[in-house]
């Protein structure tokens, strides 16, 4: 006989405790859909406010329509939103647009615009033998027209709703080129195979070449290259008949906006000299799309600055940009929320925390967007009644 183990008079019970575990659960209500409200439209004075949203990640729908409810309310009229190849396209020519078709139902719902960014890369457009083929970002040249084929195609389903679209992110960081050297030409040449197929697709799109992110990385660098120098070489080769308008990441780390530009310093001014490049090469006319900007308060981190500074330098922003930038089309702050915690200085760029806790930065954009106040000192000079 075999002998009696003492967990098998524990056995039962414990399958009990399953059984009735799994009946719980079915019973438990969905997560909530969050049905649409009537449309609703944006009241502000500046319609230029505009803000970097991180939604393609919620899991629950009503978080979305939260946070944009609360762009609308800001007074803001446009967000950023990261659209991922890999999530609408996990095997090649199978689609699922759920994640995308949930904000853009929302946005447009709250009487928004969206600027799409496009980027990550799915596995079956990476396999190619080499090493880089497991990183995220890395998109091998013989890939370059299924990507075309994508954005073509999503810009054709969202037309009307999101016909600004980026192309690419910080292509002069070596981490966003697939940890690859950066090539300016490389990236023309996928800007080429996107432009036509696109604009087929949705002849009212505009195509933003990426944004750069502003570093002083010099030529021959591992890491990346000096955003004004990559610029002059994407002119140099060609680049300017295949985008409609620039994207930019303007941050102010630790200066206020009105510092200087200088070439071996990283400011909020920074962006001048990009489009004096513009300029040089005949290419003025062309939008320019703020897509990143902002300053940070963490008090632990070395390029952050006060929170009233924080505030004050904002708003200050956004009046210096309206007065002396003719060529900006929308100034966009990074970022509205998070949804969870870092737990590090990067939840000190966010406007309202994970339970929608809107912080002093949102209301003072809110009063700059909504004409409630002026100059910059809606918290600390704040205007008679």
């Known amino acids: 006989m075999r002998p009696f183990h003492p967990i098998q008079r524990f056995l039962p019970h414990v399958v ?25 439209t944006v009241h502000t004075q500046n319609p230029e406010v505009c803000v970097h949203t991180r939604l393609i990640d919620e899991v629950y729908e009503w978080k979305i329509q939260r946070s944009l409810q609360m762009v609308r309310e800001m007074g803001a009229t446009t967000i950023v939103e990261f659209f991922p190849w890999a999530y609408a396209e996990p095997q090649e020519g199978e689609y699922d647009w759920e994640s995308f078709d949930r ?4 946005a447009k719902n709250q009487g928004l615009q969206v600027i799409a960014r496009m980027g990550l890369v799915p596995a079956w457009a990476r396999a190619d033998g080499s090493e880089r083929a497991t990183t995220l970002n890395y998109l091998p040249d013989d890939s370059f027209d299924a990507f075309a084929t994508f954005v073509a195609t999503f810009a054709a389903r969202y037309a009307g709703v999101m016909d600004h ?23 023309v040449r996928m800007l ?15 195509i933003l070449a990426a944004p750069l992110a502003p570093t002083l990385e010099p030529t021959g660098s591992p890491n990346g290259l000096d955003d004004l120098l990559y610029l002059e070489a994407l002119y140099a080769a060609g680049a300017a008949p295949y985008f409609d308008a620039l994207a930019m990441h303007t941050y102010g780390f630790t200066e206020p906006p009105e510092a200087e530009p200088e070439s071996t310093a990283l400011n909020f001014r920074r962006a001048e000299l990009l489009h004096a490049i513009m300029a040089e090469y005949d290419d003025p006319q062309k939008p320019v799309f703020i ?34 930038w003719p ?22 760029f966010t406007l309202i925390t994970p339970d929608f806790q809107a912080t002093p930065i949102y209301y003072a954009i809110q009063a700059y967007a909504r004409g409630w106040s002026q100059g910059g000192r809606l918290w600390l000079d704040p205007p008679a009644p």
Not at 330 to 343: E, F, G, K, M
């Open 291 to 324: 897509t990143e900007s902002g300053w940070n308060d963490h008090p632990r981190w070395t390029k952050a600055v006060r929170p009233s500074e924080r505030v004050a330098y904002t708003v200050r922003a956004f009046e210096w940009a309206k007065a002396e």
């Open 103 to 106: 904000i853009a139902r929302h």
């Open 165 to 187: 679209i980026i192309i690419w992110n910080e292509p002069n960081l070596s981490f966003e080129w697939g940890y690859r050297p950066v090539d300016p030409q490389d990236y």
């Open 16 to 40: 009990r405790l399953l059984v009735c575990w799994g009946c719980l659960t079915a019973l438990m209500p969905a997560p909530p859909r969050a049905p649409l409200e009537s449309p609703r």
């Open 327 to 348: 060529w900006m089309d929308r100034l966009c702050v990074w970022a509205l929320r998070y949804p969870a915690n870092t737990r590090g200085y990067p939840d000190n």
């Open 192 to 206: 080429k195979a996107v432009y036509q197929p696109v604009h087929a697709a949705n002849p009212q799109a505009v």
